[in-house]
């Protein structure tokens, strides 16, 4: 074999090694550093110690309500949505009330919680599926739930684990998507690969009071512009870059 050839061969063998090994260390790379079981148990822990009563801040006294609130939380605070739900649900008592109302006077009425047109179809279309699909009733499945107009997985979590305690997921709003990539528990932006990955190394009785404890956080200390890490007691086991301390 003449020398030229030779080096050619050579050159391809140790390309074709290179490659896998290129790939392993791009998965690497993908995956958290911080999804250790020893300092997932650590968060835990400090989250049960801060937040041990943590629950969902969006008023309502039925299912049917909490669903309402939740669509009317997109993009709005709970406080708002807590004022306009204060009148709102005595001039709607019923899901019957929403599924047959007047869109006109419907957006009018969610109008301060922004996005009100999209909002009042998908409540409109939401309480009529309830109505004429499933008896009245809000569904207590999540292959239900999803059927329902405007309702995605956060919505659907929320409600299930709120008003029906049921683990089907975690619930993956703007904090719990911020603060799951401060603690290196997920290294996605996208919401449901968020949730899965959160659900794959935060134990299953956890799922509900979880979501609610890392929403409060968000809320109260981590927040997105100015995290208050001096009154954070995550700070040690935290190694974000955004850190203010």
Known sequence: MAPKTKIKNAR????????????????????????????????????D????????????????????S??????????????????????????????????????????????????TKSIIGASKAIV?????????????????????????????????GISSGIVVDTHVQRLAKRLDLSRNDDPKKIEQDLMQVIPKDKWILFSHQLIWHGRRVCQARKPKCVECNLESLCYSKDKTV
């Open 12 to 47: 391809a063998a140790r390309a074709k090694q290179s490659k896998p090994a290129k790939k392993s260390l791009a998965a690497k790379r993908v995956r958290p550093a911080g999804i250790d079981p020893k300092r997932v148990q650590a968060i835990l822990a400090k989250l």
């Open 70 to 119: 939740t669509i009317l939380s997109a993009q709005c605070t709970d406080t708002r949505v807590n004022e306009v739900t204060k009148t709102l649900y005595v001039k709607y008592p019923t899901p019957e009330a929403f599924a047959y109302a007047t869109p006109k006077d419907l957006e009018q009425e969610i109008r301060p919680t922004g996005f009100f047109r999209n909002k």
């Open 49 to 68: 110690e801060a937040y041990p009563i943590a629950s969902c801040e969006l008023k309502h006294e039925n299912p049917f309500q909490l669903l309402i």
């Open 132 to 164: 004429e699909t499933f008896g009245g009733k809000v569904p207590r499945t999540m292959e239900e739930l999803l059927t329902l107009p405007g309702v995605a997985r956060k919505t659907a979590n929320v409600v299930l684990g709120t008003a029906y």
